[in-house]
């Protein structure tokens, strides 16, 4: 089991930038698939950016790609979102997600193809 730890978030201007981390206890991550996703208010958790359990294929949502970009570090402990570009439909708070099943594919996009889950950090996009 491994539990899942959020920070980074805060407040910023539109345009701004913000890197959030996502650190794991209990194991490494490269036994795990690892996306981030993301809730505003009145909506349902959507799907931001998946990182392979090889951390060498990554994927984004049409709405992120170009501005956001998922990593892992070398220790393989730790899960990053660094974020550029911000606008205020950015705004909500992302968590972090792991994947511990078998896996066939290298990322997933899905609320239920992943198995633990952090408490979220809150990002505020101000314009």
């Known amino acids: 089991q491994v539990q899942l730890v959020e920070s980074g978030g805060g407040l910023v201007q539109a345009g701004g930038s913000l890197r959030l981390s996502c650190v794991a206890s209990?194991?490494?991550?490269?036994?795990?698939?690892m996306g981030w996703f993301r809730q505003a208010p009145g909506k349902e958790r959507e799907f931001v950016a998946a990182?392979?359990?090889?951390?060498?294929?990554?994927y984004y949502a049409d709405s992120v790609k170009g501005r956001f970009t998922i990593s892992r570090d070398n220790a393989k402990i730790t899960v990053y979102l660094q974020m550029n570009s911000l606008n205020s439909e950015d705004t909500a708070v992302y968590y972090c997600?792991?994947?511990?099943?078998?896996?066939?594919?290298?990322?997933?996009?899905?609320?239920?193809?992943?198995?633990?889950w952090g408490q979220g950090t809150q990002v505020t996009v101000s314009s």
């Open positions: 997600a792991a994947r511990s099943r078998y896996s066939t594919s290298a990322y997933y996009t899905r609320r239920e193809e992943y198995d633990y």
């Open positions: 209990g194991r490494t991550l490269s036994s795990y698939n």
């Open positions: 990182l392979s359990r090889s951390g060498g294929s990554t």
